[in-house]
């Protein structure tokens, strides 16, 4: 265990960093000589790795099902590869190249698989391995491939192409044969078009040696593999989309692009025994039906006990415009049509045998839609789908936020499981989920882990994350506390988003108490208690907060004038929370004759809420709007269980909220938080000049402030209107400040010079004297103490700046860090109003040099400043109900360069201190059990260590991270993270017993860096920002767990740790077990008497390089895999690696002894010949005396 001085400054970590400019310096001479932090992470302890990928696979497009070993395997447009066994049984791998998979062929029970790719690539995938790897590839030269078959127990697989041939490969070696099927020897001499692209190819299930060849024109050959000719032709005018046989090889059924189905005996090729439209409408003069969309797939099974069955998608009437996607089920006279959610991909039959020869026996049918996989129940009556295991609703909405909680309190995920149960659908098939294949891993890493999504729909999911699996547990619907619109003309005219207006954009989960606070876009928080209670809520409890924006002339905050109280409200009351003054209205507004005023952007349901168990609203906050201008998109939140309070701030400010008393505390300007006397004080900006807003905004209210009043500058007696001119060039600012997040600093830099260079001609803002720091406004600090009945007055900063109709197209929906589409400020305007971005609960030293600690909270800026705000709590029970909370800002603690991220305290020894809780208990139940379980946590005890310094305040920015000694607000160390990037993410976690901070930059970068001395341990290159989602999502947990959205329908985990590296291959899951191949169906006596059974084909004979020859080296390049045998050593590691090793030396051992017997055989024959010559030689000079020899 390596000891750091904090005194020391580490010279020579710039070096180990990748960045050139980062670095880690101490504030020379501040500790003392015997402050002493022991440290115990190092390097070693870190390595990066994906671990496994959860979710529907993204953009699916080919599907394949192994019967015996019952794993369905399935592709995707981008070349990504999705294996699912049993429930927990998945495995992810992914083409390098990227291209599409077009189809799958597994080798029944012989753990491996044959993928076809839009790149005319073929490659052979090893699933003997946890992890599988490609063995062989082949890749085509000349010929585009369309098809390919492998038959059951072959080593052959045929490949058609877009040209019309067929190739032969042999997948073991993945060589070409000489054997090649040409399409111009295929079809009839006499036809003078060509038959296009291969669409189907299938061996006869009684006779190997014939091949059925499907061309897309509507020819179906069927070809003598031993004459190398064609037996019989099968024409019919419509194009062809697929064939599939009869298990007795008599017939076969093609579907058709006019949405038929035609019936072909083999032998009688003239003309099809039936054709039939599914779904066509019979004319009564017995017409031809009229013509119906393509049937894209079709499947004929037969059973023994009753009628085959046809499965088919497509084939609707043209007339049924609009109507979902379907999958028909005809067996006998009766017809299934089963409508689908999404458009069908593809879908297979799952039978009880491999053998095609034999009755089928279809059991259910899996369909892969484009974003959901059904599984459909065929024995039972009305077809019901099986329940899901896979955790595949992810983006039953989409995805807007997501938080990952790794070391959970034990008793969280049976709770959650429990009144999550409750919400299950019911009419599922009572069978086992028919994909059973794999067993689960055996790691021996056992702790809760829990991840939380927020969605566009304003539900949240809670899902069980432990053990490398995923599984729901519980749904909460935050919709349901507000009124929904019902119709376009009911739409509330209040709504600053067109759409998903209770889309999450942030939430804060306490594990320990489960109190839950979830922000949404439409400017609202809701503090859920949980419960394993039903409650009915007769009115919600509503809270609505006026936040404002900046200084103006007319409206300056006076620190001796009048407070306003603030009171609770049912949710059915339009009165506004708070009373303006003389110049406001008194009621909400939203009249053409003015701004809207005081009204919340959605409305709280009136009627009674019946609340299941589970998650139970405890208040409603929301934001309204403020003459004319909406309120502000929540950008930070937090909520403490022991203090009984939520923090949230955005743009305008900050607001803290009592949710036991349910009153407002503070609602504060964030520039009102720095001390007359701090030197990071930022002065207020000019706004900017007056815009003739749109609409029904654009007239002013008599009994508010004019526009001309509002958009004053504080140093100028008047405004002047805004042209069109300016109109158009400031919301072509707004849009390159929006995107110019996604682009490094460089790259931002230069948008952001083209803005000031656009907006110059019209506002000349004196960019430079921003980022200078200011002397301290005109106003004191403000000391508030809410009286019992009373909230705190308002002090926030009247908004500057006038809103104009086009704002909310100024956002791309995914394009941006926050959904909302309401800002009205010009680029530069956002560039300088300081926004809160973190907040963190804590018990430390309220002012610099206090001797006492006490709940405070944290502020962090979109600037880089930290301030302090202390809190003054009364004592528990009846107390803390009526007593009011103190709260006083007690300035900036210190400043970083950008946007704070995260902020966090460590113990004098570097232990970390989190926030006080309150244990959870059930808010329903009886008055004894909550005195049982209800008490606060006693904070942490003052530290033993002697000397000033017992805290520390671990800091991160964009751009750097610093650690700050509390209470002397001494800057102990600083670490530069990057310099030509930002950090999106950052977060401070626990690894191996220790706390570190890790970062993941808008480059890429992931890394990690120690505490407190900030040393870097990681930093990978690991993955470019490409799209916002990921920004979005990128969460870090503890134990070195961590996740992100990587598309819209799937969560990558990924660690950071080495010890779940090593053990990664333990943990993750078997797709391949040793099953016995089924025995193949009895033939019968007279079957074989009279040669009626299926008839075998040796395939080498044909096939084999000694029979065809050699292919052509240009047609197609053999490019050998790293899966191979040797790959397979080097990837197993722990236990199972051991027995996968032992297994292969078993192997390698018989192999050897057979070789040794093989050679003790030849060595006895050996010793037998010598000792029979030695014997006629001893005949020979037996009686000879020795000088007769």
Same mark, same amino acid.
């Given at each position: 265990?390596?000891?750091?001085?904090?005194?020391?400054?580490?010279?020579?970590?710039?070096?180990?960093?990748?960045?050139?400019?980062?670095?880690?310096?101490?504030?020379?001479?501040?500790?003392?000589?015997?402050?002493?932090?022991?440290?115990?992470?190092?390097?070693?302890?870190?390595?990066?790795?994906?671990?496994?990928?959860?979710?529907?696979?993204?953009?699916?497009?080919?599907?394949?099902?192994?019967?015996?070993?019952?794993?369905?395997?399935?592709?995707?447009?981008?070349?990504?590869?999705?294996?699912?066994?049993?429930?927990?049984?998945?495995?992810?791998?992914?083409?390098?190249?990227?291209?599409?998979?077009?189809?799958?062929?597994?080798?029944?029970?012989?753990?491996?698989?044959?993928?076809?790719?839009?790149?005319?690539?073929?490659?052979?995938?090893?699933?003997?391995?946890?992890?599988?790897?490609?063995?062989?590839?082949?890749?085509?030269?000349?010929?585009?491939?369309?098809?390919?078959?492998?038959?059951?127990?072959?080593?052959?697989?045929?490949?058609?192409?877009?040209?019309?041939?067929?190739?032969?490969?042999?997948?073991?070696?993945?060589?070409?044969?000489?054997?090649?099927?040409?399409?111009?020897?295929?079809?009839?001499?006499?036809?003078?078009?060509?038959?296009?692209?291969?669409?189907?190819?299938?061996?006869?299930?009684?006779?190997?040696?014939?091949?059925?060849?499907?061309?897309?024109?509507?020819?179906?050959?069927?070809?003598?593999?031993?004459?190398?000719?064609?037996?019989?032709?099968? =024409?019919?005018?419509?194009?062809?989309?697929?064939?599939?046989?009869?298990?007795?090889?008599?017939?076969?059924?093609?579907?058709?692009?006019?949405?038929?189905?035609?019936?072909?005996?083999?032998?009688? @090729?003239?003309?099809?025994? +039936?054709?039939?439209?599914?779904?066509?409408?019979?004319?009564?003069?017995?017409?031809?039906?009229?013509?119906?969309?393509?049937?894209?797939?079709?499947?004929?099974?037969?059973?023994?006990?009753?009628? @085959?069955?046809?499965?088919?998608?497509?084939?609707?009437?043209?007339?049924?415009?609009?109507?979902?996607?379907?999958?028909?089920?005809?067996?006998?006279?009766?017809?299934?049509?089963?409508?689908?959610?999404?458009?069908?991909?593809?879908?297979?039959?799952?039978?009880?045998?491999?053998?095609?020869?034999?009755?089928?026996?279809?059991?259910?049918?899996?369909?892969?839609?484009?974003?959901?996989?059904?599984? /459909?129940?065929?024995?039972?009556?009305?077809?019901?789908?099986?329940? =899901?295991?896979?955790?595949?609703?992810?983006?039953?909405?989409?995805?807007?936020?997501?938080?990952?909680?790794?070391?959970?309190?034990?008793?969280?995920?049976?709770?959650?499981?429990?009144?999550?149960?409750?919400?299950?659908?019911?009419?599922?098939?009572?069978?086992?989920?028919?994909?059973?294949?794999?067993?689960?891993?055996?790691?021996?890493?056992?702790?809760?882990?829990?991840?939380?999504?927020?969605?566009?729909?304003?539900?949240?999911?809670?899902?069980?994350?432990?053990?490398?699996?995923?599984?729901?547990?519980?749904?909460?619907?935050?919709?349901?506390?507000?009124?929904?619109?019902?119709?376009?003309?009911?739409?509330?005219?209040?709504?600053?988003?067109?759409?998903?207006?209770?889309?999450?954009?942030?939430?804060?989960?306490?594990?320990?108490?489960?109190?839950?606070?979830?922000?949404?876009?439409?400017?609202?928080?809701?503090?859920?208690?949980?419960?394993?209670?039903?409650?009915?809520?007769?009115?919600?409890?509503?809270?609505?907060?006026?936040?404002?924006?900046?200084?103006?002339?007319?409206?300056?905050?006076?620190?001796?004038?009048?407070?306003?109280?603030?009171?609770?409200?049912?949710?059915?009351?339009?009165?506004?929370?708070?009373?303006?003054?003389?110049?406001?209205? !008194?009621?909400?507004?939203?009249?053409?004759?003015?701004?809207?005023?005081?009204?919340?952007?959605?409305?709280?349901?009136?009627?009674?809420?019946?609340?299941?168990?589970?998650?139970?609203?405890?208040?409603?906050?929301?934001?309204?709007?403020?003459?004319?201008?909406?309120?502000?998109?929540?950008?930070?939140?937090? /909520?403490?269980?022991?203090?009984?309070?939520?923090?949230?701030?955005?743009?305008?400010?900050?607001?803290?909220?009592?949710?036991?008393?349910?009153?407002?505390?503070?609602?504060?300007?964030?520039?009102?938080?720095?001390?007359?006397?701090?030197?990071?004080?930022?002065?207020?900006?000019?706004?900017?000049?007056?815009? +003739?807003?749109?609409?029904?905004?654009?007239?002013?209210?008599?009994?508010?402030?004019?526009?001309?009043?509002?958009?004053?500058?504080?140093?100028?007696?008047?405004?002047?209107?805004?042209?069109?001119?300016?109109?158009?060039?400031?919301?072509?600012?707004?849009?390159?400040?929006?995107?110019?997040?996604?682009?490094?600093?460089?790259?931002? =830099?230069?948008?952001?010079?083209?803005?000031?260079?656009?907006?110059?001609?019209?506002?000349?803002?004196?960019?430079?004297?921003?980022?200078?720091?200011?002397?301290?406004?005109?106003?004191?600090?403000?000391?508030?103490?809410?009286?019992?009945?009373?909230?705190?007055?308002?002090?926030?900063?009247?908004?500057?700046?006038?809103?104009?109709?086009?704002?909310?197209?100024?956002?791309?929906?995914?394009?941006?860090?926050?959904?909302?589409?309401?800002?009205?400020?010009?680029? /530069?305007?956002?560039?300088?109003?300081?926004?809160?971005?973190?907040?963190?609960?804590?018990?430390?030293?309220?002012?610099?040099?206090?001797?006492?600690?006490?709940?405070?909270?944290?502020?962090?800026?979109? +600037?880089?400043?930290?301030?302090?705000?202390? *809190?003054?709590?009364?004592?528990?029970?009846?107390?803390?109900?009526?007593?009011?909370?103190?709260?006083?800002?007690?300035?900036?603690?210190?400043?970083?360069?950008?946007?704070?991220?995260?902020?966090?305290?460590?113990?004098?020894?570097?232990?970390?201190?989190?926030?006080?809780?309150?244990?959870?208990?059930? !808010?329903?139940?009886?008055?004894?059990?909550?005195?049982?379980?209800?008490?606060?946590?006693?904070?942490?005890?003052?530290?033993?260590?002697?000397?000033?310094?017992?805290?520390?305040?671990?800091?991160?920015?964009?751009?750097?991270?610093?650690?700050?000694?509390?209470?002397?607000?001494?800057?102990?160390?600083?670490?530069?993270?990057?310099?030509?990037?930002?950090?999106?993410?950052?977060?401070?976690?626990?690894?191996?017993?220790?706390?570190?901070?890790?970062?993941?930059?808008?480059?890429?970068?992931?890394?990690?860096?120690? *505490? @407190?001395?900030?040393?870097?341990?990681?930093?990978?290159?690991?993955?470019?920002?490409?799209?916002?989602?990921?920004?979005?999502?990128?969460?870090?947990?503890?134990?070195?767990?961590?996740?992100?959205?990587?598309?819209?329908?799937?969560?990558?985990? /990924?660690?950071?740790?080495?010890?779940?590296?090593? =053990?990664?291959?333990?943990?993750?899951?078997?797709?391949?077990?040793?099953?016995?191949?089924?025995?193949?169906?009895?033939?019968?006596?007279?079957?074989?008497?009279?040669?009626?059974?299926?008839?075998?084909?040796?395939?080498?004979?044909?096939?084999?390089?000694?029979?065809?020859?050699?292919?052509?080296?240009?047609?197609?390049?053999?490019?050998?895999?790293?899966?191979?045998?040797?790959?397979?050593?080097?990837?197993?590691?722990?236990?199972?690696?051991?027995?996968?090793?032992?297994?292969?030396?078993?192997?390698?051992?018989?192999?050897?002894?057979?070789?040794?017997?093989?050679?003790?055989?030849?060595?006895?024959?050996?010793?037998?010949?010598?000792?029979?010559?030695?014997?006629?030689?001893?005949?020979?000079?037996?009686?000879?005396?020795?000088?007769?020899?």
């Amino acid at each position: 265990m390596k000891k750091f001085n904090i005194r020391k400054v580490l010279d020579g970590l710039t070096a180990a960093s990748s960045s050139s400019s980062s670095s880690a310096t101490a504030q020379p001479g501040t500790p003392r000589e015997n402050d002493v932090v022991q440290e115990t992470l190092q390097s070693e302890h870190f390595q990066l790795c994906k671990t496994v990928r959860h979710g529907f696979p993204y953009q699916p497009s080919s599907m394949a099902f192994d019967p015996v070993q019952k794993i369905l395997a399935v592709g995707t447009q981008n070349g990504a590869l999705r294996l699912f066994g049993r429930a927990g049984v998945e495995c992810y791998c992914q083409h390098e190249s990227g291209a599409a998979v077009i189809q799958l062929q597994f080798l029944i029970n012989e753990g491996a698989l044959v993928s076809a790719l839009a790149d005319d690539s073929i490659h052979l995938w090893n699933l003997r391995q946890k992890i599988p790897a490609i063995l062989h590839s082949l890749k085509f030269n000349r010929e585009r491939i369309t098809y390919c078959h492998l038959p059951f127990q072959s080593k052959w697989l045929y490949i058609g192409t877009e040209r019309g041939n067929i190739h032969i490969v042999n997948v073991e070696s993945f060589t070409l044969s000489g054997y090649v099927i040409m399409w111009n020897k295929a079809i009839e001499l006499s036809t003078k078009t060509h038959p296009g692209p291969v669409v189907h190819i299938s061996d006869n299930p009684m006779d190997e040696g014939k091949l059925l060849i499907g061309f897309e024109c509507g020819v179906v050959v069927l070809w003598d593999l031993k004459c190398k000719k064609a037996d019989y032709r099968y =024409n019919h005018d419509e194009a062809i989309h697929s064939v599939d046989w009869h298990h007795e090889g008599k017939q076969f059924v093609c579907s058709h692009s006019d949405g038929t189905l035609t019936t072909w005996n083999v032998r009688a @090729p003239a003309k099809p025994a +039936q054709i039939i439209t599914p779904h066509g409408k019979q004319p009564k003069d017995g017409k031809k039906p009229e013509p119906c969309k393509p049937i894209l797939k079709v499947e004929y099974k037969t059973t023994r006990a009753g009628d @085959p069955f046809h499965v088919l998608s497509g084939g609707l009437s043209y007339d049924t415009v609009g109507r979902r996607a379907c999958l028909t089920v005809m067996h006998g006279k009766s017809t299934a049509v089963l409508e689908m959610d999404y458009p069908i991909v593809d879908f297979l039959t799952l039978c009880e045998t491999p053998y095609p020869n034999d009755f089928q026996e279809p059991y259910a049918v899996v369909v892969l839609l484009e974003k959901d996989l059904v599984v /459909i129940d065929l024995g039972q009556i009305g077809y019901p789908i099986f329940e =899901n295991p896979y955790p595949l609703t992810i983006h039953e909405s989409p995805v807007t936020c997501c938080e990952y909680f790794a070391d959970c309190p034990a008793e969280l995920i049976p709770a959650l499981y429990s009144v999550g149960s409750r919400q299950k659908r019911q009419g599922y098939s009572k069978k086992e989920w028919p994909i059973s294949g794999g067993n689960w891993g055996q790691g021996t890493q056992s702790y809760p882990e829990i991840i939380i999504t927020g969605h566009a729909d304003g539900s949240i999911k809670f899902w069980d994350a432990s053990a490398l699996m995923l599984q729901v547990l519980y749904k909460l619907k935050t919709a349901k506390v507000f009124e929904r619109a019902r119709g376009k003309e009911d739409k509330p005219s209040a709504d600053i988003v067109e759409e998903d207006p209770f889309a999450i954009q942030t939430l804060s989960w306490c594990p320990e108490s489960r109190m839950l606070c979830v922000a949404g876009v439409s400017a609202h928080v809701i503090a859920y208690r949980f419960s394993k209670q039903e409650v009915t809520t007769e009115e919600v409890q509503l809270l609505e907060v006026r936040m404002q924006g900046e200084f103006t002339d007319g409206d300056s905050p006076d620190p001796g004038g009048d407070q306003t109280p603030t009171q609770l409200t049912p949710g059915a009351s339009s009165s506004p929370q708070e009373s303006e003054p003389l110049a406001q209205p !008194p009621t909400g507004s939203n009249s053409s004759d003015g701004p809207r005023d005081n009204i919340p952007c959605l409305q709280v349901r009136s009627s009674p809420l019946k609340q299941s168990p589970g998650y139970q609203v405890e208040l409603v906050i929301q934001l309204v709007w403020v003459s004319g201008e909406p309120p502000q998109p929540i950008t930070s939140l937090a /909520i403490n269980s022991s203090y009984g309070l939520v923090v949230f701030g955005n743009s305008s400010g900050l607001a803290v909220v009592d949710y036991l008393q349910k009153t407002l505390l503070l609602n504060m300007g964030t520039t009102e938080l720095y001390s007359p006397s701090d030197p990071y004080q930022r002065q207020p900006r000019s706004p900017r000049k007056q815009r +003739q807003p749109s609409g029904a905004l654009g007239d002013s209210n008599d009994g508010s402030n004019t526009s001309e009043d509002r958009c004053k500058s504080p140093t100028s007696g008047s405004a002047s209107p805004c042209n069109s001119d300016d109109e158009r060039k400031q919301r072509f600012i707004e849009k390159v400040k929006s995107k110019s997040r996604r682009f490094s600093k460089t790259v931002a =830099n230069d948008f952001a010079k083209m803005s000031r260079k656009i907006s110059s001609s019209s506002e000349k803002p004196d960019m430079e004297d921003r980022s200078k720091r200011r002397r301290s406004l005109m106003c004191k600090k403000q000391n508030c103490c809410v009286k019992e009945g009373k909230a705190a007055a308002r002090m926030s900063l009247k908004a500057g700046v006038c809103r104009t109709k086009s704002a909310p197209n100024s956002y791309a929906k995914d394009n941006s860090f926050t959904r909302s589409r309401s800002s009205s400020v010009t680029s /530069i305007d956002r560039e300088s109003r300081e926004a809160i971005s973190a907040f963190h609960f804590c018990e430390s030293y309220p002012r610099k040099n206090d001797s006492q600690i006490g709940p405070c909270v944290l502020v962090g800026t979109t +600037q880089g400043s930290v301030m302090m705000v202390a *809190l003054s709590l009364p004592p528990g029970g009846d107390q803390r109900l009526q007593q009011p909370v103190g709260i006083s800002s007690c300035g900036t603690l210190v400043s970083l360069k950008g946007g704070i991220l995260t902020m966090a305290l460590l113990d004098s020894t570097g232990a970390l201190l989190p926030p006080s809780y309150e244990p959870w208990y059930d !808010p329903n139940a009886s008055d004894e059990e909550k005195e049982k379980t209800r008490r606060r946590r006693p904070a942490s005890p003052p530290s033993s260590q002697e000397g000033p310094e017992s805290q520390f305040a671990v800091l991160c920015s964009e751009k750097q991270a610093k650690v700050v000694a509390m209470p002397s607000h001494t800057r102990i160390y600083k670490h530069n993270i990057t310099e030509s990037s930002f950090v999106l993410r950052a977060d401070v976690v626990q690894m191996a017993g220790a706390n570190c901070i890790a970062c993941f930059c808008a480059n890429g970068h992931i890394m990690t860096l120690s *505490l @407190p001395s900030l040393r870097p341990l990681l930093d990978v290159n690991y993955l470019p920002l490409t799209d916002m989602r990921i920004a979005r999502t990128f969460s870090f947990s503890n134990l070195g767990q961590a996740l992100y959205l990587t598309s819209a329908t799937e969560i990558q985990r /990924i660690t950071y740790s080495q010890e779940t590296c090593d =053990n990664l291959q333990e943990m993750l899951s078997e797709l391949f077990t040793p099953v016995e191949t089924p025995e193949a169906p009895n033939r019968g006596f007279f079957k074989g008497l009279f040669g009626g059974g299926a008839q075998s084909l040796d395939r080498e004979d044909l096939f084999g390089e000694t029979a065809s020859g050699k292919a052509s080296r240009s047609l197609a390049q053999h490019i050998p895999g790293p899966g191979g045998m040797e790959g397979m050593k080097g990837a197993a590691s722990g236990v199972v690696g051991d027995l996968a090793r032992a297994r292969i030396a078993l192997d390698e051992r018989g192999q050897k002894l057979g070789e040794l017997e093989e050679r003790t055989a030849a060595m006895m024959a050996s010793a037998d010949s010598f000792s029979k010559h030695a014997h006629d030689m001893m005949l020979k000079y037996k009686d000879k005396k020795w000088y007769q020899l």
